[in-house]
C-alpha cells in the first residue's frame, strides 16, 4: 500500500461546510471550554488585586468595568458561558442515552437560547458605557 | 479471563468525573452569574461587597468548591480534548504534568485570594 | 510462491464453511478471495434454513420433499446426506451466534416455505444469509485462518494426464486485484472451489455483480463435467426495475399474489389448487408469466404480491428488511400498498460434478456450495435449500480436503465408458473454444499431452496465465468487454428464460458463439496494474461465456418439462427418457454431452417419481 | 383470454378468497377484459403523465457526475483530478447504476468496488455530494446536480473511487467479534436459549454490513488512529448484550472497548449515525457501552 494517497488535512476541516450537527455541537463545545478555562485563570488573576489590598482591588474592577471592550468582551463571555452549559446538559442527557433522536433539534435549540440570552443581556451588561 | 480486576480505568474515571463536576458546574456558574451580573452588578463590585458576601461561611465554602470543579472541570477538559487529538508518550507526560502544576497554582492561588477577601481565616 | 495444505476458492458461505471444517481436521487453510469475506453473495439470501429440528418433523420428511422439489432429478445419497446434516449444522450455527429469530420460549423459531411438509425453515428476520454469511465469517476470524482477500482466482493447476478421472489439483493461480501481480497458491491436500452461481449470464437477476461463475468455468476447463447446467431457477418474486429478492419468506407467513385484476390467481386460475403461493418456485414463476402474457399482468409486466393483511407489526417482526428493500429499490411501502414482482434468474442447480463428500472426479479438487452439483437440488431448488447446502456440502468439503475420513461416496463421479452419450445433438454451431483466445483453461488443455510433475504444473499455470494477462493488456484496439457481457445476457433471458424453445435456444446458441469470436478482440483500456476491474471483468467475462453454453447446450438437448427447465416442443415430465442427469465436459474445447442416470435409492427406500402438483 | 365475451356476467366475478383487503376494483358493466383494457389504457395514460412530470423534475434527462480520479501509475492521473460524465437518466437511477454507466459506456478504466446493488455487501459506501452513502442506495433523484462522488474520507486511496479498508477490517478484529460461549447446553440439537426481548436489543446492532461509512464521517476516528470507531465498538455491543454468552465474557468484552482508545473516545458527534445506511443507532450503543462500562467499575469499587 506504499502507492496509495493520502488526502491530508482537506478531509477534516477542510470539508467544515459538509460539517452535521453534532459535529458542530463538538466544535463549539469545545471552543467554549477552552474560553472558560481561559477566563478561568484570567479571572483569578484579576480578583488576585485583592491580595495587594481592598482599593487596588475595588479600582482594578471598576476601571475594568468601564471599559466598553470588557463589557462586550463580558457580553461575549455570558453567550459562551451560556452556550457551554446548554450544551453540556445536551450532552449529559445524550449520555444518559435521553432524547438521542432530536440530539441535532437539541443543538439548534441550544444555539438559539444562547442567543437570546446574550441579546436580552445586552441592557443589563451594558449599562453605563455608552448604553 | 478474571486475571485484571483493576478498579477504574483512567478513561473511565476522567470521563465520569467530567459529567459529575458538570452537573455540579450548571448549578454553580448559573448562582454565580447570577448573583454578580444581575442581583449585583458587575460594575458596582467594591471590596466591601465582596467582603461580605465571602464572610457567609456557605458562600465561601461554594466558591471554593466552584473553584475547584471548574479547574478539574476545565484541565481535564483540555486534557482530555489534547489526548483525542493524538497526544501520547512523552510529550503527554509533560502536558499532564504542566496542567496538573496549573491547576494547583490556580486553585491555591484562588482560595488564597479568598481568605484574603474574607479578611483572613476567620471561621 | 504461497503454500498451504487446503486453498479454499471464495469465501461465501460455503467457502467460509468449508474453511472452518478443515481447520478443524488440523490442516493449514488459506481462502482465496476475489471479493472480502463478507461482501460475498450470501449475505443476500433472505429467507432461511431447512433443518428438520422438531418434533414432528425428522429428515427423512425433508428428504422426501427435496426430493419431490427436485422433480426426481436429484440423487437420493446427495439428498438424504443434507437432510441428515442440516439439523446438527444448523444448531452449530446457533452455538456460534447467529441471531435466529426466537419463539417465545427462547428456542429457535422456524417457518413454513415452498414446497415443504413442515415448516422446517430456520431464520434470523429476512436477513438469514446475512447473519450466516457474518457468523462464519466470525469463526474464521476466531480462528486465525488465512484470508488473501481481493485475490482474483484465474485458473487450476492441474495435471494433463488425457483422462480428466487421472488428472490432480496442484493449487490455484490468482491475480491480486490490489496490486496486479500474479502468483501461484500451491495446495498440498486440495482445493475447493465455492465460488457461487453464474447469474450475471442473465440480465434480470437476483444475483450480485460477482457472480460470474468462474470456479465453475475453471473446473469445467480442467476437465471436471459440469452437471444438470440448464437447471437454472427463476425467483417469482424479484422487483420488476433492479432484480432484487422479495423473499419467499413473504408467501411463508401468508403473502398474497393478484393480477391486475386482483384475482388471487394462484388458486382462481388452477395453478396449484393446495399450495397456492406456496407451490414450488418454478410453478409460481411460470404462472406469473403466463398471467403477464395473458394480458392480466399489471402494466403487461409484473403481478402484486400483498402482504398487508399480516398487520404491520407481524411484518415487523419478521419482515422488516423486506419493507426497506421495496422502498429503496422500488419506492413501494409494502405496509401500505401491494409490491410488485416478477420472476427473474435466481439460482443455479447446475454445477461441478461432485460427491457427497465434495470431490470431483480430478484429484484434490473439491466444489461446494451453489457452484457444485452434488445434485441435491435436481430440477428445482426448494427455497431455503440452499443455504444448508452451503453448510453441509462445505463441511464436509472441507473435512474431506483436509484428510477426515467420511467414508466411500455413493456418487460416482467424471466420465467413464459405460455412460450414454448424446450422438446427435443437434447444434446450430460448433461449440467450445473458438480458437484465437488460447483456452486459458487447465493445463491440461495446452496440448502437449505431456505429463508433468507437481512443481511444474503450478509454474507452467502462473505463466500462462500471466501471457494470457499480457496479451489481454497490450492489445491497443478492440472490444470492450461490457459490450460482449451485455450481448450474452440479452440473449439469454431473451431465449434460455423461463420458457425455452429449441428455435430460440439455437438463436441462443449462435449468440453466444458471436460472443465468444467477439471476445478474441477484447481490449483492456485501463493500462493499469492497481485495482484493475476492467482487467477482471474481462476474465470473468470469458467465464460467463463458457457458462451461458452449457446453459444453453444442456436446455437444447433435454427435451422435456422438468422442475425450472420448460420445452415449448414436449410440455410434460418424460421420465422413460429424462431420468438422468446432463454433463457436459470440455475435453479440451470441444464440449461433448453426456447422461448419467439418477440415483433414487436411498439409504431405507427408492423414491418413485410421482406427479409433481402442489 | 383472446376470445372476447360480450354478455355481461354480473355475478361470476371471481371472489375474493379470503375477507382480506385486496386491491379490489370498481365494478363496471363491461365484461373483464374489456374493462381490464379500458383501464390499462387510463393507467397507461396516468403513467405518461406521471412520468412527463417526473423528468421535469430531473433537471434535463442526463445526470451530471464529477468523479474522483486517481491511479498511482498512469500519468495523468497521478496528480487528483475530477472528470465530469454526463449519464442519460432513468426512473429510479442510482448513484451506482450511474457509475457503472459511465464506466461501460465511457470510461473502462473508472474503478469502484461493488457488487451486490442491494444494500447488503457494504462495498460501495462513497463520499456523495459530502456524505457517506452507499452508491447503490442512493437515488439521484434525491441529489443536487452536479452529484459529486469522492472515495471515502479518512482513508488512503487506492485508486479512484477505491480505498484501503485494511484498517477498518484491523478495528473491526480487534473487539473479537465471536462468540465466546463455550459452556452450550447438553443434548443432541440444543440451542442456546434467547428471549424475544434480548434478541430485539440486539437486531439493529447486527445489520452491520462493514462498509465503513461510519467510521469515514467520525472526526474522531480521523484524529486518532487507534480509536475503534463506531463500527468496531457496535460490533462489540452486539455480543457484550447478547444474553447467550455469560457474565465474566461480558466483563471481558467491557474491558475491550473502555481501553484508552475505545468507547472514551467518541465525542458524540453523532455523524456515524446519520451515515449508517442500515440505521443502526451507533451513537446510542456506543454511549450505553459507556454506561455498562461505568457500572462494572463501580461494582469493583
Ligand atoms: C437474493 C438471494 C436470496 C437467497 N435466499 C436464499 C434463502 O432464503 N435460502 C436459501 O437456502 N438460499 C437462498 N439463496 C441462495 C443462496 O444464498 C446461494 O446459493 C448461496 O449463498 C451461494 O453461496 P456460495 O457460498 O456458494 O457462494 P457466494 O456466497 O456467492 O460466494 C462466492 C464467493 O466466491 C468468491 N469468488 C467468486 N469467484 C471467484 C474467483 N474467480 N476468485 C476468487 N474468489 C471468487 C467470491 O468472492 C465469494 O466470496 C438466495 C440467493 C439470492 C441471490
Ligand atoms: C456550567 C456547567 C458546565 C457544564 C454542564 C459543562 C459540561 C461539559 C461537558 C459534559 C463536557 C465534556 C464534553 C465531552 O467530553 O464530550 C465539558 C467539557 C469541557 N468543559 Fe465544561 N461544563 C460546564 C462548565 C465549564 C466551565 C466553568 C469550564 C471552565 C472552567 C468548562 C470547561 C470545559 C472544557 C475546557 C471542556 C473540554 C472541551 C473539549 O472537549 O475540548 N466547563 N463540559
Ligand atoms: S455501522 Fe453502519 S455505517 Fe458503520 S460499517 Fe456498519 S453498516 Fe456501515
Ligand atoms: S461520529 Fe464519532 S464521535 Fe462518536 S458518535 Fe459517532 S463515533
Ligand atoms: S453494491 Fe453491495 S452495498 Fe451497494
Known amino acids: 500500500m506504499s502507492q496509495s494517497y493520502n488526502r491530508g488535512l482537506i478531509e477534516d476541516f477542510g470539508r467544515w461546510k459538509e460539517f452535521s450537527a453534532g459535529m458542530w455541537a463538538w466544535i463549539f463545545h469545545k471552543f467554549t471550554g477552552w474560553v472558560l478555562i481561559g477566563y478561568l485563570f484570567t479571572h483569578i488573576a484579576v480578583l488576585s488585586s485583592a491580595l495587594a489590598g481592598p482599593e487596588a482591588y475595588t479600582e482594578t474592577l471598576q476601571g475594568l468595568e468601564a471599559l466598553f471592550v470588557v463589557r462586550l468582551l463580558e457580553v461575549g463571555l455570558l453567550a459562551v458561558a451560556v452556550f457551554h452549559i446548554l450544551n453540556g446538559i445536551r450532552l449529559l442527557m445524550v449520555d444518559l442515552g435521553i432524547g438521542l433522536d432530536a440530539q441535532d433539534k437539541s443543538f439548534y435549540l441550544s444555539l438559539l437560547i444562547t442567543g437570546a440570552i446574550a441579546v436580552a443581556s445586552v441592557p443589563t451588561f451594558m449599562t453605563d458605557v455608552g448604553f | 479471563m478474571a486475571e485484571r480486576y483493576s478498579s477504574f480505568t483512567p478513561g473511565g474515571t476522567a470521563w465520569l468525573l467530567q459529567r459529575v463536576t458538570a452537573v455540579f458546574l450548571i448549578f454553580a456558574l448559573a448562582f454565580h ?23 457567609d461561611l456557605g458562600y465561601f465554602i461554594t466558591m471554593i468548591l466552584f473553584l475547584i470543579t471548574a479547574t478539574f472541570h476545565g484541565v481535564n477538559g483540555v486534557y482530555n480534548a489534547l489526548i483525542n487529538q493524538g497526544l501520547t508518550g512523552t510529550p503527554r507526560k509533560v502536558v499532564l504534568a504542566i496542567l496538573v502544576l496549573a491547576s494547583l497554582a490556580l486553585v491555591g492561588q484562588g482560595i488564597w485570594v479568598a481568605i484574603e477577601m474574607r479578611g483572613g481565616l476567620i471561621l | 510462491m504461497y503454500e498451504h495444505d487446503v486453498i479454499v476458492v471464495g469465501a461465501g458461505g460455503a467457502g467460509l464453511r468449508a474453511a472452518i471444517a478443515a481447520h478443524e481436521a488440523g490442516a493449514d487453510v488459506a481462502m482465496v478471495t476475489k471479493l472480502h469475506p463478507v461482501r460475498s453473495h450470501t449475505g443476500a439470501a433472505e429467507g432461511g434454513i431447512n433443518a428438520a429440528l422438531r418434533e414432528g418433523d425428522d429428515w427423512e420428511l425433508h428428504a422426501y420433499d427435496t426430493m419431490k422439489g ?68 466470525e469463526q474464521v476470524v476466531k480462528r486465525g485462518i488465512q484470508v488473501y482477500d481481493e485475490w482474483f482466482v484465474m485458473n487450476l493447476a492441474v495435471t494433463d494426464e488425457p483422462d480428466p478421472n487421472d488428472r490432480t489439483c496442484h493449487g490455484v493461480v490468482a491475480y491480486d486485484v490490489q496490486s496486479g501481480k500474479i502468483e501461484g497458491f500451491k495446495a498440498t491436500n486440495g482445493v475447493i472451489i465455492a465460488t457461487g452461481g453464474p447469474g450475471q449470464a442473465f440480465d434480470h437477476t437476483t444475483n450480485a455483480v460477482s457472480c460470474t461463475g468462474d470456479g465453475q468455468a475453471m473446473a469445467y476447463r480442467a476437465g471436471v463435467p459440469l452437471e444438470d447446467m440448464e437447471f437454472v431457477q427463476f425467483h417469482p418474486t424479484t422487483l420488476p426495475s433492479t432484480g432484487v429478492l422479495i423473499s419467499e419468506g413473504v408467501r411463508g407467513e401468508g403473502g398474497i399474489l393478484y393480477n391486475e385484476d386482483g384475482e388471487r390467481f394462484m388458486f382462481e386460475h388452477g395453478y396449484a389448487n393446495n399450495d397456492g403461493e406456496l407451490a414450488s418456485r418454478d410453478v409460481v414463476s411460470r404462472a406469473e408469466l403466463t398471467e403477464v402474457n395473458e394480458g392480466r399482468g399489471v402494466e403487461d409486466e409484473y403481478v402484486h404480491l400483498d402482504m398487508r393483511h399480516l398487520g404491520a407489526e407481524r411484518i415487523l417482526d419478521r419482515l422488516e428488511n423486506i419493507l426497506h428493500l421495496a422502498e429503496d429499490f422500488e419506492g413501494v411501502d409494502g405496509l401500505v400498498e401491494p409490491m410488485p414482482v416478477k420472476p427473474g434468474q435466481h439460482y443455479e442447480m447446475g454445477g461441478i460434478e461432485t460427491d457427497e463428500n465434495g470431490e470431483t472426479c480430478i484429484d484434490g479438487l473439491y466444489a461446494a456450495g451453489e457452484c457444485a452439483c452434488v445434485s441435491v437440488h435436481g430440477a428445482n431448488r426448494l427455497g431455503g435449500n440452499a443455504l444448508p447446502e452451503l453448510v453441509v456440502f462445505g463441511k464436509r ?5 483436509a484428510g477426515a475420513d467420511l467414508g ?37 488443455a495446452d496440448g502437449s499431452g505431456q505429463v508433468l510433475d507437481e512443481a511444474d504444473v503450478l509454474e507452467r499455470a502462473v505463466e500462462a496465465e500471466r501471457a494470457r494477462t499480457e496479451r489481454l493488456m497490450e492489445r491497443e484496439d478492440g472490444v470492450k468487454h461490457a459490450d460482449v457481457r451485455a450481448k450474452l445476457q440479452r440473449a439469454m433471458t431473451r431465449d434460455v428464460n423461463v420458457f425455452r424453445e429449441a428455435e430460440g435456444l439455437k438463436r441462443a446458441l449462435r449468440e453466444i458463439r458471436e460472443c465468444r469470436e467477439l471476445y478474441q478482440e477484447v481490449a483492456v483500456q485501463d493500462p493499469s496494474r492497481t485495482f484493475n476491474t476492467d482487467l477482471q471483468m474481462t476474465y470473468e467475462t470469458r467465464n460467463l461465456i463458457d457458462i451461458a453454453e452449457t446453459i444453453a447446450l444442456g436446455a437444447l438437448v433435454r427435451n422435456e418439462f422438468r422442475g425450472a427447465h420448460w420445452r415449448l416442443e414436449n410440455q410434460v415430465r418424460d421420465d422413460e427418457n429424462w431420468l438422468k442427469h446432463t454433463l457436459i465436459s470440455w475435453n479440451g474445447g470441444k464440449p461433448s454431452i453426456w447422461y448419467r442416470p439418477v440415483i433414487l435409492e436411498g439409504e431405507a427406500k427408492t423414491y418413485e417419481p410421482k406427479v409433481r402438483s402442489y | 383470454m383472446s ?77 487528483p483530478r475530477f472528470d465530469d460524465f454526463h449519464v442519460p437518466l432513468e426512473r429510479g437511477m442510482t448513484v451506482l447504476d450511474a457509475l457503472i454507466y459511465a464506466r461501460d459506456e465511457y470510461d473502462s478504466s473508472l474503478t469502484f468496488r461493488h457488487s451486490c446493488r442491494q444494500a447488503i ?30 472515495p471515502l474520507p479518512h482513508q488512503e486511496v487506492v485508486k479512484d473511487l477505491v480505498v484501503d479498508m485494511e484498517h477498518f477490517y484491523d478495528q473491526m478484529h480487534s473487539v473479537e467479534p465471536y462468540m465466546q460461549q463455550e459452556d452450550l447446553p447438553e443434548g443432541d440439537l440444543a440451542e442456546m436459549r434467547q428471549s424475544r426481548e434480548n434478541r430485539e436489543k440486539i437486531k439493529m446492532s447486527t445489520r452491520c454490513i462493514w462498509c465503513g461509512a461510519c467510521m469515514s464521517s467520525c472526526n474522531i476516528a480521523a484524529g486518532d488512529n487507534q480509536y475503534l470507531g463506531p463500527a468496531a465498538i457496535n460490533k462489540a455491543y452486539r455480543f457484550a448484550m447478547d444474553e447467550r454468552e455469560d457474565e465474566e465474557i461480558k466483563e471481558h468484552r467491557l474491558r475491550i472497548i473502555e481501553q484508552e482508545h475505545g468507547v472514551w473516545r467518541c465525542q458524540t458527534q453523532f455523524s456515524c449515525t446519520e451515515v449508517c445506511p442500515k440505521d443502526i443507532p451507533l451513537t446510542e450503543h456506543i454511549q450505553e457501552l459507556k454506561r455498562e462500562a461505568v457500572k462494572k467499575n463501580l461494582k469493583f469499587w
Open chain 2, 33 to 55: 452569574f447570577f448573583l454578580l451580573h444581575f442581583v449585583n452588578h458587575a460594575w458596582e463590585i467594591e471590596f466591601a461587597g465582596t467582603q461580605a458576601r465571602m464572610q
Open chain 3, 70 to 137: 427436485s422433480d426426481y432429478l436429484g440423487d437420493a445419497p446427495a439428498i438424504e446426506t443434507l437432510a441428515k446434516d442440516a439439523p446438527e449444522d444448523t444448531i452449530t450455527l446457533e452455538h456460534w451466534g447467529m441471531p435466529f429469530s426466537r419463539e417465545d420460549d427462547g428456542t429457535v423459531s422456524q417457518r413454513p416455505f415452498g414446497g415443504l411438509s413442515f415448516p422446517r425453515t430456520t431464520y434470523a428476520g429476512a436477513e438469514t444469509g446475512h447473519h450466516l454469511l457474518h457468523v462464519l465469517y
Open chain 3, 408 to 444: 466411500e461416496a455413493a456418487i460416482e463421479t467424471g466420465y467413464s465408458e459405460d455412460v450414454e452419450d448424446e450422438t446427435n445433438p443437434d447444434l446450430p454451431v460448433t461449440p467450445g473454444e473458438a480458437g484465437l483466445e488460447p483456452a486459458g483453461g487447465a493445463v491440461a
Open chain 3, 397 to 401: 468439503a472441507g473435512y474431506h480436503a
Open chain 4, 121 to 150: 455487501c457494504g462495498s460501495d459506501a462513497f463520499f456523495v455530494n459530502g456524505s457517506q452513502r452507499l452508491g447503490c442506495k442512493t437515488q439521484l433523484s434525491e441529489l443536487d446536480q452536479p452529484v459529486r462522488v469522492e
Open chain 4, 3 to 79: 376470445t372476447q365475451e360480450q354478455k355481461p356476467e354480473p355475478d361470476t366475478e371471481p371472489e375474493e378468497p379470503e375477507s382480506q383487503e385486496a386491491p379490489v376494483e370498481q365494478r363496471a358493466p363491461a365484461s373483464p377484459q374489456q374493462r381490464r383494457m379500458q383501464r390499462k389504457a387510463s393507467n397507461l395514460a396516468e403513467r405518461e403523465r406521471q412520468a412527463a412530470e417526473d423528468e421535469a423534475k430531473l433537471e434535463g434527462d442526463t445526470v451530471h457526475l464529477k468523479v474522483f480520479r486517481f491511479d498511482p501509475e498512469v500519468a495523468n492521473k497521478q496528480e
